[in-house]
């Protein structure tokens, strides 16, 4: 049975030397949360967690351009445009203006002029009479800067052939014809002398068709391998492999007039036992020309 003693009977009991037990009262207990629970499972052991790294900005440095690349961004930007409609209606001076004017491939970006061609004189925008046209590849370095065909050392040389066959670039058509006119399929240089591309010549070859129609010739001569090629292309089989020696000694065509094909001058400057084979071939435009050919 408990006693119930305040602090005084204590006292009193204690100088009268009486022990008085009194049964010790368990602490309330903590009040029980609900995570209590998990006192008795163990402390999850978590590895350290590294901060994270700086970011560090590491500069790129461009890679050093390739020559193809260098040449791209030094070259100058090229306005190409098409060759204008209706140039098969175009007059002589219409088409000689087309000419000075054109930008329809890239070879506009490097010419100091156009070579539109030369031959028997006529008046100002006039088609020039002529009986004979010859056509070239392309204008070389003199060309290009006197705007004229044929002016250099393989000039000189036609203009020794020419003569030797009664003929002149500058002489009027007489009462029996013999005027003659010069041209190229290309009307403007290649850098460097280099040979025409295929989409020059495609971008070309119609002023030259335009040039024939209008100049009428009796005659065409075809000198050297690109001038063939471009003249014949629709008219003979494979002949862009078909060797120039193959092709001539015989007539061909052109938009119904005759073609005589023969070495450039400036190749027999190069092999001067050809210049007998290109006078034979003269004298075969010469013999067609005359009708016994």
Request: with cysteine.
């Amino acid at each position: 049975m408990a006693l119930n003693l305040d602090t005084r009977q204590r006292a009193m009991l204690a100088e009268m030397h009486v022990r008085v037990w009194s049964p010790v009262m368990a602490p309330e207990p903590a009040p029980v949360l609900e995570t209590a629970a998990l006192a008795h499972e163990p402390t999850p052991v978590h590895a350290p967690v590294a901060s994270p790294a700086p970011h560090v900005l590491v500069p790129v440095v461009p890679a050093a351009p390739t020559a193809h690349a260098a040449a791209l961004a030094a070259a100058p930007v090229r306005h190409e445009t098409q060759r204008p409609e209706g140039l098969d209606q175009m007059d002589w001076a219409g088409l000689q203006a087309t000419v000075a004017s054109c930008q329809a491939c890239t070879l506009c970006s490097t010419r100091h002029h156009t070579v539109f061609g030369v031959g028997a004189p006529a008046p100002q925008g006039q088609v020039p009479q002529v009986d004979w046209l010859l056509v070239g590849e392309a204008p070389g370095e003199n060309e290009d800067l006197q705007g004229q065909p044929f002016v250099g050392q393989a000039g000189q040389l036609l203009d020794n052939m020419l003569r030797a066959c009664g003929l002149s670039r500058a002489a009027e058509a007489g009462p029996e014809g013999g005027g003659i006119y010069i041209t190229n399929v290309l009307k403007c240089r290649p850098p460097g002398n280099r040979n025409p591309k295929p989409e020059e010549l495609a971008q070309c070859e119609p002023y030259l068709q335009r040039q024939v129609a209008l100049l009428k010739p009796k005659i065409i001569v075809a000198m050297g391998r690109f001038a063939v090629q471009s003249l014949l292309q629709h008219s003979v089989p494979g002949v862009d492999n078909t060797p120039l020696g193959k092709l001539r000694g015989q007539v061909h065509s052109y938009q119904g007039v005759p073609v005589v094909v023969t070495y450039h001058p400036a190749y027999v400057l190069r092999n001067l036992p050809e210049k007998a084979k290109v006078w034979a071939d003269l004298c075969l435009a010469m013999a067609q020309l005359q009708g016994r050919g």
